[in-house]
């Protein structure tokens, strides 16, 4: 089974331009988790969908990020306007509970590498 | 105070030798914890994951987890220069979906 795919794998684009990351996650999977990676901050939780829901955007970083999941198997992270600061690298992931029902087993994509210039 | 910390390393450990890898947690509320390793470029990989006190072992590898103590490890024997990475322990609540991750151990095995 193809796992979680991300586009694009890297990204680089001027500050104030509109940047789309999009997100298929594992087929089945009803969760769906967009993370941010730097070296200052480590890996952040930004936002994260069940069922094309949203649950939880508290760690969403500000009104430029958006993340929409329109079906169970695309999701995007938008930012506009980008800035500088946000260059990072973005992980999406995805999950499934658990056979026994505890456990939440996220199993990540390769990721976005986005520079803001 | 973060909830899950971690020694950032870098830990070097000679080739055979059993590297260990330290994580500790500040929320009771956590029930089970995730390994995970990432190298450099790529993305976190599950390596395993534990819920109940005492150990799981996968492998040459082996999950501790210290409930009272508020403790997870991670054994890795015969290490191998392959296992050279960064390690993620992250937490979760029971019922919850969100996992607490630490900043990571990097892991170097000499040969």
């Known amino acids: 089974d193809a796992g979680v795919i991300q586009s694009p794998r890297h990204e680089v684009t001027e500050m104030g331009q509109e940047v789309t990351l999009r997100c298929k996650p594992i087929s089945g999977h009803n969760s769906l988790f967009w993370y941010r990676q730097t070296m200052m901050r480590g890996l952040e939780l930004l936002i994260y969908?069940?069922?094309?829901?949203?649950?939880?955007d508290s760690g969403m970083p500000e009104d430029r990020f958006s993340a929409k999941m329109p079906n169970a198997s695309f999701s995007t992270l938008k930012i506009q306007p980008s800035e500088p600061r946000d260059s990072a690298v973005y992980f999406c992931a995805s999950s499934a509970r658990g056979d026994w029902g505890g456990a939440y087993e996220q199993y990540f994509g390769p990721g976005t590498r986005l520079t803001v210039t | 105070q973060k909830e899950v910390e971690q020694n950032s390393g870098p830990l070097s450990v000679p080739e055979g030798a059993i590297a260990s890898l330290n994580c500790t947690y500040s929320?009771?509320?956590?029930?089970?914890f995730f390994w995970y390793r990432q190298y450099s470029g790529k993305s976190p990989e599950l390596i395993m994951f534990i819920y109940s006190n005492g150990d799981k072992e996968d492998g040459r590898f082996t999950a501790q987890l210290n409930k009272a103590s508020q403790y997870v490890s991670l054994l890795i024997r015969d290490s191998q220069p392959s296992d050279s990475a960064t390690y993620l322990c992250?937490?979760?609540?029971?019922?919850?979906?969100?996992?607490?991750f630490g900043t990571g151990t990097r892991l170097t095995i000499i040969p």
């Open positions: 969908f069940n069922n094309n829901v949203p649950i939880d």
């Open positions: 992250a937490g979760i609540n029971f019922g919850n979906e969100k996992l607490t």
């Open positions: 929320d009771r509320g956590s029930q089970s």
